[in-house]
């Protein structure tokens, strides 16, 4: 049984930095794909950064909007994937989720939300 719970959210101001935290549970220990989609309201749902995990590491792809501020990490010890966010923009506001799937990263449509089995609940982020 997966689970994914989301925490870090928060509001902060133009320029500001969060770091979003997703504990994951039930997913295998390397070659799936892990990642953070974001949807603000009225638009669609938009990928953030995603990244297949490896056992030497993680095969990351960003959004074209966050490229440079944004970093995927994760802790392999605490099956726990990471978004740190900097230079936020009002633009970044949205709700975040965390999502996986038990296959590596599509490499043809790696933001594709119907590319991922499981989600989490969301954390809210507002820049201001």
């Known amino acids: 049984h997966v689970q994914l719970v989301e925490s870090g959210g928060g509001s902060v101001q133009t320029g500001g930095s969060l770091r979003l935290s997703c504990a994951a549970s039930g997913l295998p220990t390397r070659d799936y794909c892990m990642g953070w989609l974001r949807q603000a309201p009225g638009k669609e749902r938009e990928g953030v950064a995603v990244?297949?995990?490896?056992?030497?590491?993680?095969?990351?792809r960003y959004g074209d909007s966050v490229k440079g501020r944004f970093t995927i990490s994760r802790d392999s010890a605490k099956n726990t994937l990471y978004l740190q966010m900097n230079s936020l923009k009002p633009e970044d506001t949205g709700m975040y989720y965390c999502a996986a799937d038990r296959r590596p990263c599509s490499a043809t449509v790696p933001f594709d939300a119907r590319s991922f089995g499981y989600w989490g609940q969301g954390t809210q982020v507002t820049v201001s």
């Open positions: 990244a297949t995990i490896r056992t030497g590491g993680l095969i990351s």
